[in-house]
């Protein structure tokens, strides 16, 4: 696919830039806004993310699609979620997983997170933006204790453009399984095999009631984490409903 990609030397957002430009004018599929110093960054809940200029990855994708139902959006996420993993595990990071919903891990150190922001009509998807923040060649965090980057677990420096290059000929393979013949039951098998923590004894947070152990057995359609707890109750959460302490 050729793509346009728009390439920024700072801006707050490139989630917002792009959802601007979009308001504006139509723009072609596979739009991609690239930043090498963005000052605002936004993550799941309202966190903010601050990047050191030149030093990582933050961008955004437009994405058109013809027709995807509302209960499917999840699949998004699968598909972006593996599209980095399957660039990360290339390049030998170790221990690379998907913290539900969509977090990118190595050991117990967050390296990337995804943000995507849909646009639906009459419960249809008709495009998204998909933003991801990649934590490459920055080594210092300040109080983010559990974030780490790419140089700081191997120890090497990482060449932006031909990495950036990789997680998009990833991203545009991954999201044709959002709407291929059974693409999506592909998509959750890979993901939930992906997932940290999965099957391992977990503390867990819930936003109402006290905190519980449990076991991660993997996610619904739409997106909901599945968690045995120790009494063999199976239970769901949506993301702003439970929090895995780990």
């Known amino acids: 696919m050729t793509m346009r990609i728009i390439k920024l030397d700072a801006t707050e957002s490139t989630n917002q830039y792009l959802k601007e430009m979009a308001m504006k004018k139509q723009l072609e599929d596979f739009t991609v806004v690239s930043c090498t ?3 605002k960054g936004r993550g799941q809940m309202g966190n903010t993310w601050t ?3 030149g030093k ?5 994708v437009l994405k058109h699609f013809s027709d995807l139902d509302v209960s499917k959006v999840f699949y998004l996420n699968q598909a972006v979620s593996l599209a980095i993993l399957k660039v990360l595990r290339n390049l030998a990071i170790p221990g690379v997983k998907v913290k539900w919903p969509n977090d990118i891990m190595s050991g117990n150190q967050k390296i990337c997170g995804i943000l995507i922001e849909t646009l639906l009509k009459a419960n249809r998807l008709r495009s998204c933006i998909i933003g991801f923040g990649l934590n ?3 080594t210092e965090f300040g109080v983010l ?3 780490s980057s790419m140089k700081n677990i191997t120890g090497q420096y990482y060449d932006l453009e031909p990495l950036l290059d990789q997680i998009l000929d990833q991203l545009e393979q991954y999201l044709k399984f959002t709407t291929a ?3 999506q039951q592909q998509l959750r098998k890979e993901y939930e095999s992906a997932l940290f923590q999965k099957d391992a004894l977990s503390l867990f947070s ?3 009631g006290e905190r519980f152990q449990g ?3 993997g996610v619904s359609e739409a997106g909901r984490l599945m968690v045995v707890k120790q009494d063999g109750v199976l239970t769901s959460f949506d993301n702003k409903e439970v929090q895995l302490i780990y």
């Not at 990582?56 to 955004?60: G, H, R």
């Open 215 to 217: 076991r991660i057995l």
């Open 206 to 208: 819930p936003t109402v």
């Open 56 to 60: 990582n990855l933050t961008v955004s």
């Open 136 to 138: 490459v060649n920055q």
């Open 145 to 147: 204790e559990k974030a």
């Open 51 to 53: 990047s050191e200029k």
């Open 181 to 183: 013949s059974g693409g």
């Open 37 to 39: 110093h963005q000052q």
